[in-house]
């Protein structure tokens, strides 16, 4: 079975730029989570989408969103891009049912703001 | 709100070694906890579930237990090896997100 795929993989992007970044999670995974990691702040949760509907959110400004379709692959947008938002972003996978809570995380997108 | 710490933040030890990582948290109102490695610039490997119903679970040379009413982890790696080397991370599931701990950065010398 396929793990978790994130693309792109880099991305360098301007200040004030927006980003569109894409997961799929394993096959027959409903839930998607985002996360945010940073050498200062570690790993934080941004949002969880189950079932193309957004279940729970961290403490992120609007300019984070995200979305999740029929086929549970998932994507996140950030507007305005600014420097701190450089940072890996990950995203993680989970079956989310009873006793299968279990995250599988994808390689990540680095992504550069200049 | 959930605060996962971790201790040591690094460690270096010489291979062979058996080992133990340490993760605290502060809210025992958790539904699991997971233990992760990171590799530089990579994504997250699963290591081990621990259900919150649960007081261990092994997997090969690792083993990891869980006291939520202590609010303690340990994530305990026999006989290391320079392939071992890595950031652990443990994260708490409380239903609504996971909360990671920054991580122990280890180091095995062979």
């Known amino acids: 079975k396929a793990g978790v795929t994130q693309t792109p993989r880099y991305l360098i992007k301007t200040r004030g730029q927006q980003v569109t970044l894409s997961c799929s999670p394993i096959?027959?995974?409903?839930?998607v989570s985002w996360y945010q990691q940073t050498p200062g702040q570690g790993l934080q949760f941004l949002f969880e989408y189950f079932s193309e509907t957004q279940r729970n959110k961290g403490n992120f400004p609007g300019r984070f969103s995200g979305r999740q379709f029929s086929n549970s692959r998932s994507e996140m947008n950030v507007s305005t891009l600014e420097l701190g938002d450089s940072a890996l972003y990950l995203c993680a996978s989970s079956l989310a049912r009873e006793g299968s809570y279990e995250q599988y995380f994808g390689p990540g997108t680095r992504l550069t703001v200049t | 709100k959930q605060e996962v710490t971790q201790i040591p933040a690094a460690l270096s030890v010489p291979e062979g070694e058996n080992l133990v990582l340490n993760c605290s948290f502060t809210d025992s109102a958790i539904y699991n906890l997971q233990w992760f490695r990171q590799d530089p610039g990579k994504g997250l490997t699963s290591l081990l579930l621990i259900q919150s119903s649960q007081r261990e679970q092994t997997s090969g040379r690792l083993n990891a237990s869980l006291d939520k009413s202590s609010g303690r982890s340990t994530l305990y790696i026999a006989a290391s090896q320079p392939g071992d080397s890595a950031t652990y991370l443990c994260a708490a599931n409380t239903g609504n997100q996971f909360y990671f701990g920054t991580g122990t950065s280890l180091t095995v010398i062979p």
């Open positions: 096959s027959g995974h409903r839930s």
